[in-house]
């Protein structure tokens, strides 16, 4: 797939796509993403006196919980949801009207292909934060600098392809249920990992004493 990202493993190369993408999640991953433009009830119902509707208005809309009927209560709140997670990003980012008008017919909501739009999120996220690193003019304070990111989309996914990729880590920090589905669904962790925990475990099941790398590094296939 020439969408995939590559990443480096130190022993190898791993392969996170819109395929690996699917089987995690468990999201529609075919068929069209073709949003209609018309105009939105619900924008015009709830939030007419905003203009760009944010996840932060969604939040408080429904923390209100001020409806007209329990259907619209529903479809707000899959909105929520769907802003919170598969396609999560800034509370402040306004959101395109044309989903409202989709959550305002459920059978058609229901069958779109989430998965199609929360992987080039997703992807375009991760691509970003490489892109924008290898362009940083920052020098770095240690051999091995901390880097802190900010993942929009879905980053649950690809923690659990980290999980499924690397044993090191998923054998320390994970427990696993074999036949769960999706396949996100069969990991768990119960302790909170440290940058500083994750890079020992790695380099310590690689032979490796000091930070003189990165664990992972992103292939450059971004573009």
């Known amino acids: 797939m020439g ?16 395929y690996e993408f699917c089987l995690i999640t468990g999201l529609k991953c075919v068929g069209s993403t073709h949003l209609p433009v018309v105009e ?10 905003v203009r760009g509707v944010s996840r932060e208005n969604l939040e408080l809309q429904i923390s209100n919980a001020k409806f007209d009927n329990d ?12 802003f919170c997670i598969p396609l999560s990003n800034a ?19 229901n069958d779109f292909s989430w998965g199609v739009i929360a992987w080039e999120a997703t992807r375009a996220a991760i691509c970003n934060i490489v892109e924008n690193r290898m362009s940083s003019t920052r020098l770095p304070k240690t051999k091995f600098d901390k880097a802190r990111y900010s993942i929009s989309g879905f980053p649950h996914a690809l923690l659990v392809w980290v999980y499924e990729t690397i ?3 998923s054998s320390k920090f994970t427990s696993k ?7 996100m669904l069969s990991w768990t962790t119960a302790v909170n990992v440290s940058y500083d925990h994750t890079v ?12 003189d790398h990165l664990v992972i590094t992103v ?3 971004c573009a």
């Not at 969408?3 to 819109?18: P, V």
């Not at 479809?75 to 929520?80: I, N």
């Not at 044309?98 to 909501?109: E, Y």
């Open 167 to 169: 044993p090191a880590i």
């Open 91 to 109: 509370s402040s980012v306004k959101i395109d009207p044309t989903f409202f008008s989709l959550a305002d017919n459920l059978d058609v909501f």
């Open 71 to 82: 259907d619209d209560a529903v479809k707000l709140s899959l909105l929520y949801i769907l």
């Open 200 to 211: 020992i475990t790695v380099m310590t099941a690689r032979g490796h004493n000091r930070y």
């Open 3 to 18: 969408d995939a990202l590559w990443f480096d493993l130190g022993e190898g190369f791993g392969r996170f796509s819109m």
């Open 40 to 49: 939105s009830r619900l924008i015009s119902r709830y939030f007419s006196a």
């Open 177 to 183: 249920y074999e036949k769960a589905i999706p396949r």
């Open 219 to 221: 292939m450059t296939t």
